[in-house]
């Protein structure tokens, strides 16, 4: 019996007409925009673990085998495969049961979200190849996620919504992105791109509109445009156990925040933090704004003592800082614009509202809800090493 598995870095790009391949140093091409669904089905099927050639192929409809097949002999002649004759050549992952609900913090806005049963990823990111981030990559791979059963994707920026990464998951997971009111160059229709990937159910939400999906509500709650043209969402996800605010990219809104705080009860927020700022003359987006708005600086999300402030108006019982700079691990250039580094979101959190108590999350650490307790990186569930 022949197995393939991709090796753990392969990296696919997809492009206008064609998927680019990227591992170790090896680089291939596969040609054909027809192919980017192809490739972004088969790809999860040979991800996580190592699967019969022939089972493989059969997965797919008669008239697309061939082209499958075509494929797996491509990536295996480009050095991209694993390949053994017997399953137990390959190895398999370590395991440990933890109570749910629990959040592995996975990396910047990366979340595995355990409750009610269900596995929710938000904002896939597991290629971290960024001159910002000081680790590669995060310490949770393809193999160490678990069956998903819901996605949510924040934006288009390739941090959130990393074509990479989502080429590799399982494309009948369900994904929520918020619906694109103004499409345009820099505010592209999120539902087309993952459609185009091959992601088969796709549910665009409208601010506040809510999906309830087995016993779970998850609500696209107000953000602001990212430098005033993209169009982004935070989410508010909740059961009868647990209610997790994920603040993506966003900056402090007074209005939204207090809403939040007054009509929910949140137990652990997660809030962007990050010193980045720039004039919007320097972006991309300068092409489709009044020049007169050029010399504007724009921060791209909140500042510490912006997230300390946040936590007053969320009133949430836990806060954890992430995405951009919220966490040791990250260092960006432009971090000390903001006055005080992320490593002092805990600290003046503790100092200013000493209410909410900061959470100090790596990555690959797990919140462990009803225990009250963070789980490092690499121990088992007792919590030794």
């Known amino acids: 019996m022949s197995l393939v598995k991709l090796k753990k870095d392969v990296k696919f790009v997809p492009a206008k007409d ?42 797919f409809v008669d008239h697309e085998r061939d082209a499958a097949a075509g494929i797996l002999e491509q990536l295996s002649e480009g050095g991209m495969l694993f390949e053994a004759e017997r399953l137990e050549e390959v190895a398999t992952r370590k395991t440990f049961s933890i109570t749910s609900p629990n959040i592995t913090f996975i990396g910047h806005a990366t979340l595995l979200i355990r409750i009610n049963g269900l596995r929710i990823l938000t904002d896939p990111w597991l290629f971290t190849h960024n001159k910002h981030i000081d680790r590669w990559p995060y310490p949770i791979t393809f193999e160490d996620l678990p069956v998903l059963d819901l996605i949510c994707i924040s934006h288009e920026h390739s941090d959130h919504l990393n074509l990479p990464t989502l080429m590799r998951l399982d494309k009948r997971i369900p994904v929520v992105v918020p619906k694109i009111e103004c499409p345009n ?6 539902e087309r791109r993952l459609t185009r990937l091959g992601f088969e159910t796709v549910i665009c939400l409208e601010t506040w509109e809510h999906f309830n999906f087995q016993n779970t509500k998850i609500t696209r709650t107000p ?33 939204m925040m207090k809403q939040l705080g007054e009509r929910y009860d949140i137990d652990i927020a997660f809030l962007p933090i990050s010193g980045f700022t720039e004039r919007l003359g320097r972006l991309p987006v300068k092409e489709i704004l009044p020049a007169e708005t050029h010399d504007q600086i724009m921060r791209d ?3 510490v003592k912006e997230a300390v402030q946040a936590t007053r108006w969320l009133k949430p019982r836990f806060a954890v800082g992430y995405a951009n700079g919220g966490a040791y691990w990250y260092r960006h250039p432009e971090g000390s614009l903001t006055g005080d580094p992320a490593t002092e979101f805990t600290g003046l959190l503790q100092r200013e509202n000493p209410s909410v108590v900061g959470l100090d999350l790596e990555p690959g650490d797990i919140w462990e809800h009803k225990a009250e307790r963070v789980i490092r990186y690499e121990q088992d569930a007792d919590g030794t090493k």
Not at 30 to 57: F, K, T
Not at 185 to 190: I, P, T
């Open 18 to 59: 064609r998927v680019l391949i990227f591992s170790s140093g090896r680089h291939m091409c596969i040609q054909g925009g027809e192919n980017i669904s192809l490739v972004g089905r088969l790809a999860p099927l040979i991800s996580s673990v190592a699967s019969p050639r022939d089972e493989v192929i059969r997965t």
């Open 185 to 190: 160059k820099h505010n592209r229709s999120l």
């Open 223 to 255: 953000c602001h445009k990212a430098w005033t043209v993209t169009e982004q969402a935070t989410w508010l996800i909740e059961n009868e156990e647990i209610s997790i605010f994920c603040g993506c990219d966003m900056l402090e809104d007074e209005m």
């Open 301 to 303: 999300a909140m500042g």
